[in-house]
């Protein structure tokens, strides 16, 4: 049972990261946001400060999706989880899918991480 709840769980917090992800993508790729060095401020509580946290590493890792690579959100959440070193920020893997599909990192910066309370499940980073 308890299996089964921590599952659940751990489904809910990816498309929680997902969506949280692309909403970032369509905002941040909007025609009418023309400041091409917008800063992102991003705020959580409880599993919410936990969800932040991973959107967070999943654009130091992904950068932010140009417009026409938003189909490549889930992959860029595999490419984030993967635990590889040549998945890491500063991996190869990493490295390319950025130069490939995403705007530069100098380009889309985290400007604040607001969290509070954060917290894990057994099994998530």
């Known amino acids: 049972m308890i299996n089964i709840i921590n599952t659940s769980f751990a489904s809910e917090v990816d498309d929680k990261i997902k969506?949280?992800?692309?909403?970032?993508v369509q905002r941040y790729n909007h025609?009418?946001?023309k400041d091409k060095r917008?800063?992102?401020w991003l705020f959580g509580f409880s599993r919410g400060a936990y969800t932040v946290r991973c959107v967070?590493?999943?654009?130091?890792?992904?950068?932010?999706?140009?417009?026409?690579?938003?189909?490549?959100i889930n992959r860029a959440y595999d490419l984030y989880r993967n635990r590889d070193?040549?998945?890491?920020?500063?991996g190869q893997e990493s490295e390319n899918f950025r130069l490939s599909f995403s705007h530069s990192l100098e380009e889309s910066t985290i400007k604040?991480?607001?969290l509070w309370d954060t917290i894990g499940a057994h099994g998530l980073p």
Do not use: S, T
Not at 56 to 72: P, T
């Open 31 to 33: 025609k009418n946001n």
């Open 112 to 114: 604040f991480l607001g």
């Open 19 to 24: 969506r949280a992800y692309r909403h970032i």
């Open 38 to 40: 917008k800063k992102i």
């Open 85 to 90: 070193p040549n998945y890491n920020p500063n």
């Open 56 to 72: 967070a590493g999943m654009i130091r890792n992904c950068g932010i999706l140009k417009y026409d690579n938003e189909v490549l």
